[in-house]
């Protein structure tokens, strides 16, 4: 079975659109079709259901998906060790990244990878935590970035703890300090995630142990579109310093660290237990873990991250 067809069948499952899939390997919509078209006729089935709003996986599909993915892993692994034993580090690498770290830390990581590992491509995807997870179990990527411990993956090593911080438009009284006491945000209109998000849940918690509940004025499950309804006045969000530094730079947003008590989140580099541990997927790790030490004065993160193995009712805030 050629290997090109499955890796194609893979990657549309995984975006769920024909032309995203397509655009990724630079090829028209109607050719990748017909990929997919010949490995269902190999196949004697359906794998995949085609409607206006993308697609999705059939039963068929959802049978043959991981036994698809992991002779996909096998070839890579194989390619792999062919090159190691040659002494080149080549392959691509899959990272999964949190929205609020993505842009600062993944742009050192490639810039840098670029350098160090010529032969290596980076392929770089971004997501909320619970995503990630579910990605790094299913083989979708080599590396991704956690907020918790215990998420089924190879190792969970700590790169940052990141404080949180009450985000505001420019010039707002409540963000003007450098920092504000939790009590202080009892009424303010907030927007959180949609629960059962993890973090909506430990807020809450916290909330309640200081004796007030969030004034929520609308879920959002985007880092970005969250950034965007605090600019128009919706609401304040509560996020990290490093997700909302370019806006603050460019005088769109203002934010104040939240004290009394601290809210911080560690963040944990983790790899996939269902793809191979390949030699550049290890030095890329490297690179990763450097790349957050060196970066971690100018983000304000804490770094090496100590001390973070904290459940999220006892205050690790688990989203982006």
């Known amino acids: 079975m050629d290997l090109a067809k499955l890796e194609a069948f893979a ?36 794998l995949l259901h085609r409607t206006g709003r993308g697609v999705s996986l059939t039963e068929l599909g959802e049978r043959i998906l991981p036994k698809a993915r992991a002779l996909l892993n096998d070839a890579k692994s194989l390619e792999a060790e062919i090159s190691e034993s040659a002494g080149t580090v080549r392959g691509t690498v899959r990272i999964a990244c949190l929205p609020s770290i993505a842009s600062s830390l993944m742009t050192k990581v490639v810039s840098e990878a670029r350098k160090a590992l010529p032969d290596v491509i980076i392929h770089a995807s971004e997501g909320l935590s619970g995503n990630i997870e579910q990605w790094l179990a299913t083989g979708v990527c080599d590396l991704g970035f956690v907020l918790r411990k215990g998420a089924g993956c190879v190792f ?13 438009p420019p010039g707002d009284p409540l963000t003007q300090d450098e920092t504000i006491p939790l009590a202080r945000l009892a009424g303010v209109p907030v927007l959180q995630p949609g629960a059962p998000n993890a973090m909506r849940l430990s807020l809450e918690h916290t909330a309640r ?29 509560v996020l990290s310093m490093a997700s909302v530094l370019p806006e603050i730079q460019r005088g769109r947003l203002s934010a104040a660290c939240i004290v009394e008590p601290v809210l911080e989140r560690p963040i944990y580099l983790s790899a996939s237990s269902t793809r191979p541990s390949t030699v550049a997927v290890r030095h890329v790790s490297r690179l990763i873990r450097e790349a957050a030490q060196e970066l971690a004065p100018a983000m304000g993160w804490t770094f090496p991250a100590e001390g973070l193995d904290l459940a999220p009712e006892d205050g690790a805030l688990d989203a982006d």
């Open 156 to 168: 969970e090593q700590p790169v940052a703890k990141i404080q949180l911080c009450l985000v505001g």
């Open 11 to 46: 990657c549309v499952a995984e975006l769920g659109s024909l032309s995203k899939a397509a655009a990724r390997y630079g090829l028209v919509p109607s050719a990748l079709s017909r990929q997919l078209s010949a490995l269902e006729t190999e196949c004697r089935g359906r």
């Open 209 to 237: 142990q200081h004796g007030f509940s969030w004034n929520v004025v609308a879920e959002m499950e985007s880092v970005a579109l969250t950034k965007e309804m605090v600019i128009a006045g919706v609401g304040y969000g």
